[in-house]
C-alpha cells in the first residue's frame, strides 16, 4: 500500500526511492494498492503544491501504476482496523 508521500516524493523525485517505486510498478514489477481516499488527497496535494491545473492532476493520478481499492471494500473494517 502507497500513501499521498510516496506519490508525491515519487513525482518530484523520479531517482530517488519512491521514484523507484512507481516506475517498477510501471514497469510491472510489483503491484501497488491504495484506498480511493489517498488518490483525493494526492489530489489537493499536487494542485496546491505543484500549481497544476485540474486536468494535469487528473491525467497524472489516472496514469498512476496504483489499483485505486473504493472506499465500501475498507470502510466497513476500518474500525477494528484503527483499534
Not at 14 to 39: H, N, Q
Not at 42 to 69: D, K
Request: charged share 25%.
Amino acid at each position: 500500500m502507497i500513501d499521498t508521500n510516496v506519490i508525491y516524493s515519487g513525482l518530484h523525485r523520479p531517482s530517488d526511492a519512491c521514484g523507484k517505486i512507481l516506475r517498477w510498478a510501471a514497469e510491472g514489477r510489483l503491484a501497488l494498492f491504495s484506498p480511493d481516499m489517498v488518490s483525493e488527497e494526492a489530489r489537493r496535494v499536487l494542485l496546491r503544491t505543484l500549481r497544476l491545473s485540474e486536468g494535469q492532476v487528473e491525467f497524472i493520478l489516472s496514469s498512476l501504476p496504483v489499483s485505486w481499492v473504493p472506499r465500501g471494500v475498507y470502510s466497513p473494517r476500518l474500525g477494528e482496523a484503527l483499534r
